[in-house]
């Protein structure tokens, strides 16, 4: 498995303001991948970020929004941008270290934008 | 779309009682399975996964799941549950070829009576 970190686990912002969350692994890993839990909801992915390479965005996520950045093979960070209460979630990182499809998850985030 | 279903939204049992939580997938080729915990204010723990071979998979925690591809289902078992297992359980899927896009169901909440 792989231990991962994330800052900061909570925070309240102010609309129209912007939360950059890290996440920190304590292994090389290829593959990191971002999601959203809205309350009372599932898991819904943002974007695989691998190093070296563009993230990848699902369906209903833009880069403008989520900026992703991952400089090297253990960190990355997710950029939530122009807060609305809308995007009041727990953002979670994970990680497949292997890469053998399982996926480990970081302690979240939860966001509140008032 | 490829999704996964968790008719259950609320399960309240007793503790030392079984356990059983469903879970439906639909179909693919080459899914592989996975139960994840959720404690409140954490983040997600891998329980168990099936990815081939025997259909019955042993995980953490006491934890089972019984693969049935005849019925794509994949429910998570307990024989006497702890106080200590209340909390959200989600299943998710992946299937083969698409390394990373783990699909959630919508979680399942387990409330445990003294």
């Known amino acids: 498995s792989a231990v991962i970190s994330q800052k900061p686990s909570r925070d309240i912002c102010q609309r129209g303001t912007s939360l950059t969350i890290q996440c920190q692994v304590d292994s090389q890993v290829t593959m990191m991948f971002w999601y959203r839990q809205q309350p009372g909801q599932s898991l819904t992915l943002i974007a695989t970020a691998n190093q070296g390479s563009e993230a990848t965005y699902e369906s209903g996520f833009v880069i403008d929004k989520f900026p992703i950045s991952r400089p090297n093979l253990t960190f990355s960070t997710l950029t939530v941008s122009n807060l609305s209460p809308e995007d009041s979630s727990i953002y979670l990182c994970?990680?497949?270290?292997?890469?053998?499809?399982?996926?480990?998850f970081g302690p979240g985030t939860r966001l509140t934008v008032t | 779309a490829q999704s996964v279903t968790q008719p259950d939204i609320h399960i309240t049992v007793s503790e030392g009682a079984s356990l059983e939580l469903r879970c439906n997938y639909s179909y693919g080729a080459t899914p592989y399975l996975f139960w994840y915990v959720q404690s409140p204010g954490q983040g997600l723990q891998l329980l168990l996964k099936y990815f081939s071979g025997d259909t019955l998979v042993q995980g953490i925690k006491g934890f089972e799941a019984e693969f049935k591809r005849s019925q794509s289902s994949f429910n998570l078992r307990k024989p006497s549950v702890h106080w200590s297992d209340a909390a959200e359980y989600f299943c998710?899927?992946?299937?083969?070829?698409?390394?990373?896009?783990?699909?959630f169901g919508k979680g399942t909440k387990l409330s445990v009576k003294p």
């Open positions: 998710a899927v992946v299937y083969g070829g698409s390394q990373g896009n783990l699909i």
């Open positions: 994970s990680v497949d270290p292997y890469p053998t499809i399982e996926q480990y």
